[in-house]
């Protein structure tokens, strides 16, 4: 995935284009990207599989699904930006993405009666417009002839330390099944427990810490004077033989980045 940072580990070979050295320390900013992501599941002799591809010019991310026959597509807006310190031997990568349907939640809604009771209203539609802002931090190397320079072909290896991401979420409400909107004041949804008022936000942050063991690499297949292109990938697979199961992932991601 585009966003998915310095996960992976690289299998694809370079461009054939003349290249020169260049000094990696410094922020990079993603300017453009593609990726390709197969996702399958199987239980006996029954296979589930979803394909994601992902283009990026920049500052939209474009993302079709294809599942059961059924393909989505959604857009969205997208900043990424790698941060390489020389001296430290450390890296910051930061992403803010902006996703207008980043989930879409249907349930029962009720209001009160003069008596306090809550009485059953009708389905919901909702819809989670997110804004998530994740900062990565780490370890990187850079293999090659050039030394603590890149040049085509060299390898920048990461070993992540920190993920965190903050996130907003905004809710629009429907009638499920039409277009009518629904005002959130004096409504409510049961949680299991009690009934809640409709939200109309919510945010939140997520944490990851610790040293990965397995370092991920990015592969220069083409530098030109403050710009570097580079590919990754990750692949992985699950079993579990006393259930029949079985699930697999692959992905392939390209990214242009251009030097501040």
Known sequence: MLIAGVAGAVTLS?????VTNGKLDGTWNVTSG??????????????????????????????????????????????????????????????????????????????????GNYVYVDYYERTTNRVATTNQTGYFTVSGNAGDEIEKNSQIVFQERTDMTDFIDSYTYVISGTSTSITTTGYYYYDGT??????????????????????????????KKGVMNVEYSDESTTTNSATDWSSSYLNTTSWELTQE
């Open 34 to 115: 593609a990726s390709s992501t197969m996702n399958s599941w199987t239980q006996g002799s029954v296979t589930t599989a979803t394909e994601t591809s992902e283009t990026f010019d920049g500052s939209i991310l474009s993302t079709t699904t294809t599942s059961n026959g059924i393909t989505e597509t959604v857009q969205s807006s997208m900043t990424v930006e790698v941060t390489f310190n020389k001296k430290t031997g450390e890296y910051d990568m930061k992403s803010v993405l902006t996703d207008p349907e980043y989930d879409v939640n249907y349930q029962s809604y009720y209001e009160k009666d003069v008596n």
């Open 194 to 223: 009690d009934y809640i008022p409709l939200p109309t936000s919510e945010s939140g942050t997520s944490t990851n810490t610790g040293v990965m063991s397995a370092g991920s690499i990015w592969n220069v297949t083409e530098l």
């Open 14 to 18: 370079g461009c054939n284009k003349t």
